[in-house]
């Protein structure tokens, strides 16, 4: 009974309305918690300081030349990435004997927190375009050839027999059978991957580089300003948001034509 | 058998040639050597590392592992509580749940500034920032574990008479263990990741600090010998809590 009730009040504009005026009070309670000094303006800024900051920082410019470079950053590292794994992946999941010599390194791999190579990667290459790509297909080369390996290993044996018996060679193999096989877990991972591969780019644009929304976040922690990294940081959720909400509607559609099961 | 073997060793040979080639580009200085350093630097540093002539490594390990547990347990605690709470009253889930999750959508590496901006340099800084993390991991862990257990199994434990604190102890509880051991192996990653990650963006201590300090003075061998430390260490915590996990679900039927 209980939940029929529940249903009316959690539908439609109702909840519109509650979510709104949760966000007000949240946002008025912070402005006056920083006012009235109750908490620590370290760390919580107030929200007129970050409005004030995305302001100034989307007036000069900065913040959408930053956006810009994040974006880029993250783009081509996904793609070369998923390229990557893609590669591996398909090689170690056709190939029981590769998978076998290989697959422990992969898994040590695996185990290993990749954002921490971007030193390294820093020290080879400086501070430009390169470390930060590098830093992305690193963190998502193993995770995605592992899922795409175990998604090729699945593919119906009887399939890949009945096509060779009836004169496919190993190139239609990779075109009819393991290529859309692949591609459907490329779609529904991608929500993931890219996550992984934004987390990867901020991630290595905080460490020292001169462009991005991380390297804006780094000015603001050296200058003291919890107002600029709020605001950045705020911009960077946007970005995800948007990002992810993208991807969400484009999966819906390309696995539209699927049976329902 | 003999094929299994075959390939162990074929895995060997593999990584004997990446350490050769390493070395031998490094002495050679195929690549900048200040760059890549070679893999005999490399070990001669870990070995001086851990003999302690260089300022005691290991405490530096274990300020950054105290750091990753502190972090870990203070995140596994508010996650699962604001879970609970969230999923036992339907109204608050409905109402708050989207920005849940916008927050996870958040790169949260990239709060790591404002955690050494508000907290400095302190070993609780760090284990904020590491809750900051594991905090969604376990929160959604348990939100979506509780809100998948089944109806009318808690009906028919009404039914047969079960008190709260019953059902609580009974159902509940080891539910949510369950849960947080899935979640183990994700969690620690993370963990062990940020600690280093905002040692090496501020700190005085711990290996990030390593990594960092030797970076400043361009000292490939110290970086890189240093984060082969903290891989091993990340290999050795993941090994034991693949153990954990499949010893607590042994029990269970397949």
């Known amino acids: ?261 | 058998m003999r094929k299994r073997w075959l390939n162990r060793s074929a895995t060997l040979v593999l990584v004997v040639a990446f350490f050769v080639v390493w070395q031998y580009a490094g002495q050679a200085n195929v690549a900048n050597k200040l760059t890549i350093g070679t893999p005999a630097e490399v070990f001669r540093w870990i070995g001086d590392w851990s003999s302690g002539t260089y300022t005691d490594g290991w405490s530096d390990l274990w300020t950054t592992l105290q750091e990753a547990l502190l972090g870990y347990l203070l995140g596994t605690v508010v996650g699962v509580s604001l879970a609970v709470l969230i999923a036992g009253v339907d109204v608050l889930a409905r109402l708050v749940m989207p920005f849940v999750a916008a927050a996870n959508a958040v790169p949260k590496i990239a709060m790591a500034p404002l955690f050494v901006l508000a907290f400095g340099t302190t070993v609780a800084c760090k284990a904020y920032f590491v809750s900051s993390l594991v905090v969604f991991i376990s929160f959604f862990a348990v939100f979506n574990g509780l809100r998948s257990i089944n109806r009318r199994y808690l009906d028919h434990v009404q039914i047969l008479g079960a008190s709260r604190w019953w059902t609580v102890r009974e159902v509940y509880v080891p539910a949510i263990v369950g849960w947080l051991i899935t979640s183990l192996r994700l969690s620690w990653s993370w963990s062990l990741a940020a600690a280093v990650f905002v040692e090496y963006l501020s700190s005085n201590e711990g290996m990030g600090h390593i990594v960092q300090s030797g970076q400043e003075s361009l000292d490939a061998a110290t970086v890189i010998g240093a984060l082969m430390i903290i891989a091993v260490v990340a290999v050795c915590v993941d090994a034991g809590l693949v153990l954990v996990e499949r010893r607590a679900k042994e029990w269970r039927p397949a």
Do not use: C
Not at chain 1, 64 to 86: K, N, Y
Not at chain 1, 93 to 107: A, E, M, Q, T
Not at chain 1, 137 to 148: D, Q, Y
């Open chain 1, 1 to 261: 009974m209980s939940t029929t009730r529940l249903n009316r009040v959690g539908s439609g504009w109702a909840l519109l309305l509650a979510r709104t005026a949760l966000v007000v009070v949240v946002v008025a309670l912070w402005q006056v918690a920083a006012d009235q000094e109750w908490v620590n303006a370290n760390f919580f800024s107030s929200p007129s300081d970050v409005w004030h900051s995305l302001g100034s920082l989307s007036a000069s410019g900065d913040l959408w030349r930053a956006l810009e470079s994040t974006v880029v950053v993250l783009a081509i590292g996904w793609v070369l990435g998923e390229l990557a794994g893609l590669a591996l992946g398909i090689a170690i999941g056709l190939s029981k004997r590769l998978n076998d010599i290989i697959g422990p390194i992969i898994v040590f791999a695996n185990a290993v927190p990749r954002i921490l190579l971007l030193p390294i990667f820093v020290v080879w290459y400086g501070f430009g375009y390169e470390p930060k790509v590098l830093l992305v297909v690193a963190v998502m080369v193993v995770f995605v050839a592992l899922n795409v390996a175990a998604g090729v290993r699945e593919v119906d044996g009887l399939l890949v027999q009945n096509m060779r018996v009836h004169g496919a060679n190993a190139f239609d193999l990779l075109r009819h059978v393991f290529f859309p096989a692949v591609s459907l877990w490329v779609t529904s991972s991608a929500r993931v991957t890219v996550g992984y591969a934004l987390q990867a780019t901020i991630g290595s644009e905080l460490l020292g580089a001169e462009s991005g929304l991380g390297s804006l976040i780094s000015h603001g922690q050296v200058s003291f300003r919890s107002d600029q990294i709020i605001a950045v940081l705020l911009v960077a959720a946007a970005l995800a948001v948007s990002v992810d909400l993208l991807l969400a509607t484009l999966e819906r559609r390309a696995v539209r034509w699927m049976p329902k099961t």
